[in-house]
């Protein structure tokens, strides 16, 4: 049983993730429908919103979620958010940007 | 998984070894692992998603036999894949095991830089592998990954290659005022200076290196063939618009 000693409830936790989850889905409307990163991260990002929505006992949501501790899945978010507004800078959907010279990748030589 | 087009010189083969142990009775104890199937298919199955999502940097995705797998990717790729790697929610690669320089001096872009990473999340390792020249700076990881910091030292130190927006890259091994990068394939074993304390001027000398032999070289290659998997074609000589084909006696 999860004792009251933290600062926060699990009630502002719960709205913390819920507001991380959806700047991160904001972010990624951003980029281009086709990118393999918007379809995977707004995938799992949905499924993790759906889960905290239903689920409002700690424990249960914990083990649903199988990623560790509520304060964890939080961190998570936090950085998941700020790469999705990198990627938006970096565009790593475009196509590959140099070839490797030839032999560069052979081994044995 | 290898890109259309790329050149790819890595077909890792499955070891032999081990497999006529009979998995019933000494197979969980076997001297020699197993060849897992499971582990290669998932790390196949990652390295997929990864070249999908990051198309613009990897150029090459490989699995060795010994289910560990390695991302080929362009230097300018190097912050995005890292930081990729680091923080998506599917890979949590939040620790930098190692970063290292191999020196191939016959290629192009000799230096090849390789970063492993460990997902304490997932309980997997990767490992990312860039090329740089002498010259050209590749971007410091350091903004990633602060592991970065005495690692990026030591290559800079040891190969010269230079790190750009690195916050202090100074020498980290060698000796004060050394010249020359000692880990290049160029830089002979016991190196161009040697110290020693000379009693009429009471101070430690530099001086050229003295050895007591001259150098023998060997010739390390085997009559027989390294490699039987690897095996290229035999070139043949090709063919310019205009020229003859030579006859055939």
């Excluded at chain 1, 990624?28 to 889960?51: F, G, H, S, V």
């Excluded at chain 2, 390695?70 to 190692?98: M, R, W, Y």
């Excluded at chain 2, 320089?101 to 997902?119: G, H, I, K």
């Excluded at chain 2, 004060?176 to 101070?203: A, M, Q």
Aim: proline letters at 6%.
């Amino acid at each position: 049983m999860k004792e009251e000693k933290t600062k926060h409830s699990t009630f502002e936790k719960l709205t913390r993730l819920k507001l991380l989850y959806s700047k991160i889905l904001d972010a990624l409307e951003l980029i281009p429908a086709n990118a393999a990163y918007r379809k995977y991260t707004e995938q799992i990002t949905n499924e993790r919103l759906n889960m905290v929505k239903e689920e409002t006992d700690l424990q249960k949501l914990e083990d649903k979620l199988q990623a560790g501790q509520l304060e964890e899945v939080i961190l998570q978010a936090e950085n998941e958010l700020l790469l999705a507004r990198k990627m938006l800078t970096w565009k790593p959907w475009e196509p590959l940007v140099e070839e490797p010279p030839a032999n560069q990748w052979k081994w044995p030589l | 998984w290898r890109r259309p087009g790329a050149y790819c010189g890595l077909s890792w083969g499955r070891p032999e070894r081990g497999r006529g142990v009979s998995r019933g009775q000494a197979g969980a104890r076997a001297t020699v692992k197993h060849w897992d199937e499971v582990t290669h298919k998932q790390l196949s199955a990652f390295g997929e998603y990864v070249a999908e999502i990051l198309p613009k940097y990897v150029q090459q995705v490989q699995v060795s036999c010994f289910n560990e797998l390695e991302i080929c990717i362009h230097p300018d790729g190097i912050i995005p894949v890292l930081t990729f790697l680091k923080d998506h929610t599917n890979a949590q690669f939040k620790s930098l095991a190692d970063l290292g320089a191999v020196d191939v001096p016959t290629r192009q872009n000799r230096f090849e830089l390789v970063y492993n990473l460990l997902s304490l999340r997932f309980n997997t390792r990767i490992r990312v592998k860039t090329y740089a020249d002498e010259l050209t700076p590749v971007e410091s990881a350091v903004s990633v990954h602060k592991a970065a910091n005495w690692y990026e030292r030591e290559i800079w130190d040891m190969f010269g290659v230079f790190f750009a927006n690195h916050p202090d890259l100074r020498r980290i091994l060698t000796d004060y005022g050394f010249e020359g990068h000692p880990f290049r394939k160029d830089f002979p074993l016991s190196g161009y200076i040697e110290v020693r304390y000379d009693d009429e001027v009471k101070r430690v000398v530099a001086e050229p290196v003295e050895l007591a032999q001259e150098f023998r070289k060997f010739d390390l290659n085997s009559p027989w063939e390294a490699f039987p998997a690897f095996r290229q074609p035999p070139e043949s000589p090709k063919l310019e618009a205009g020229d003859k084909k030579p006859e055939a006696k």
